[in-house]
């Protein structure tokens, strides 16, 4: 099936900057050429290419009878079209020119099939100003003909890229007088109030006019392994490209799987992850599995790996992670992800089973409502562009929780990466939840409530570690054993009021409607102010009164301002909510 048609005006085209397609014919062209192969596949005769190049643009004519057409398009006394030298394929075009030859190419091409494909920059900038815009409307308004404008843009979508789609000012946005948009389907996500994953609306909307050139998908991960059987000159069975394939899809669709259903996946990902470390972060997707399964280590890497899933193929596990996946299901969703975000450490990170093991062993109150799943679920949306601007602020607090987690990995301190990992399914969460911009908001103070709570469970564990191996000597060690014995209760106290509470966000984030949602939150943030405070800093005491103070109870400089509630009653008062559709750990 062809996958571009000219009945169709407008086309959505992703793809990974410095990728490469491994055809079948064992051919490996790049992105400009494989689309030129697909466009004339799809029977269009005049195939053209414009991108920014310096103050102007480059207007590439993609083959012969391309250059011919536009080169009569350009011939007339009073042409400003510069034609393409002979021998070449390109030529240098200013702006007014471009807009001219655009019209030309839509109107006067009667009886012939073109495709022109912008970038996303390019097309913005063509038609940024009204004056421009007036000349949009006569290829808006046109009526259908055998003409294709294709939009194109990175799979791992850049801030100003995103910016450029969802600007309310934009060339997406904007109406003829008539009404009409370049891509009306577009325009009224942009147009909505409330943040929404607006790709994957997109991409359902547009069905086959929103074109994803390397996502994953299993034909074509098949085409890739073939082309690595004939690279390394090896003669594979059918079942032997079957498996290599199947093991590579499912490695790739982790996050898919888990959030269908939780399994043990830690062996999948090791019999890839170690030869396979840079794949998730690169653009250019296949270029990199090639690299890795056709270099000498990387396929003894691989098959020494396969061996062992070999050896579990029988173990229930194994059988239902191979067979878990709908492939039509997983192919139909948005591959589109934001690039250089900084959230990409969590988007990549595993559940943290032995840290989520251990602490929940001794701390109940640790263990989240949807665990794994809830994990996963997260993940997936996790780098999913939005209708709104990158929330900078936001992106900082998940670092920071992100790299507190790590501290508490190297310290072997598992209730601290335990709520970190609790302060992360916040934040991936929420955030893009609407909310004033103004830094002092509610929400943006939720956000560095996360940051206390994980700093405070870190130095309870320091605390707790102290008084642990501390032994009793002089009256100024005993009095600093008390400050401190002090100083593990009140945080403890703290620390078990926060726990409660947060126990509720997975389950929030899944079954509540975005309206719902902000009720809650408001009740949750009510809550906080309750019975969590600031622990103030020590004053100048001196060894006997602050033994005298330890003794008589709670010392001054330990004020635990309005902790009110124990955590069982604080996770009472939440239960009492009865909030619609939400559920609880039992």
Known sequence: MAMFSSHEKFYFVFAGEGERYYLDSMLHPDTGTYLWMELRESKYDYIYEVELFNTGFLLKAKDESSVRQHNALSSGWFSKIPAIPSGQNCVEIEETALRQWMLDLMTKTAGRMAAVTFSLEAFSRLYQDSKSRKQLNRLIDRPENQHSILIRASMQLKEDQLRLMIDPNGVFAYRTVNGQAICPELEELIRRRSAVPFLEILKQRLDNRFVELNAVTFARLQSLMRNVCFQRNENWSDDELLEYTNILYSWWYLPEIMTVKELNYGFIDQICAKFLPDARNRTDIYVALYEALTS???????????????????????????????????????????????????????????????????????????????????????????????????????????????????????????????????????????????????????????????????????????????????????????????????????????????????????????????????????????????????????????????????????????????????????????????????
Not at 319 to 344: P, S, W
Request: aromatic letters at 8%; glycine letters at 4%; charged letters at 25%.
């Open 296 to 586: 000498t280590g990387g396929w003894k890497a691989f098959q020494d790996r396969v061996v062992i899933l070999r050896n579990l193929a029988n173990s229930e596990d194994t059988k239902n992670f191979l067979h878990t996946l709908n492939r039509q299901t997983v192919e139909a969703k948005c591959h589109v992800r934001l690039a250089n975000t900084g959230l990409q450490p969590v988007a990549r990170m595993l559940w943290p089973e032995k840290a989520f093991r251990q602490a929940v062993l001794m701390n109940p109150a640790l263990n989240t409502g949807g665990g794994k799943r809830s994990w996963a679920v997260m993940q997936t949306k996790l780098l999913r562009p939005v209708n709104r601007s990158f929330p900078r602020e936001h992106i900082r607090y998940m670092e920071s929780y992100y790299q507190s987690y790590q501290d508490a990995e190297s310290q072997q301190d598992y209730d601290t990466m335990c709520r970190a990992v609790n302060a992360m399914l916040f934040g991936g969460n929420f955030l893009y939840m609407e909310i004033d911009q103004n830094p002092s908001s509610e929400l943006m103070e939720r956000w560095q409530k996360y940051n206390d709570y994980l700093d405070k469970s870190k130095k309870y564990f320091t605390i707790r570690i102290q008084n642990s191996v501390s032994t009793s000597g002089s009256v100024y060690e005993e009095s600093t054993n008390a400050i401190q014995q002090a100083q593990q209760v009140e945080y403890k106290k703290y620390l078990d009021a926060m726990d409660a509470m947060l126990k509720i966000i997975p389950d929030l984030a899944e079954s509540l409607n975005t309206e719902e949602v902000e009720s809650v939150m408001a009740t949750f943030t009510d809550i906080v102010k309750q019975h969590t405070g600031k622990l103030t800093k020590p004053g100048k005491t001196s060894p006997k009164e602050s033994q005298k103070k330890a003794s008589a109870g709670t010392p001054e400089h330990l004020t635990a301002d309005g902790i009110e509630m124990t955590a069982e009653e604080a996770e009472a008062k939440l239960r009492a909510m009865n909030v619609p559709g939400m559920h609880w750990m039992k």
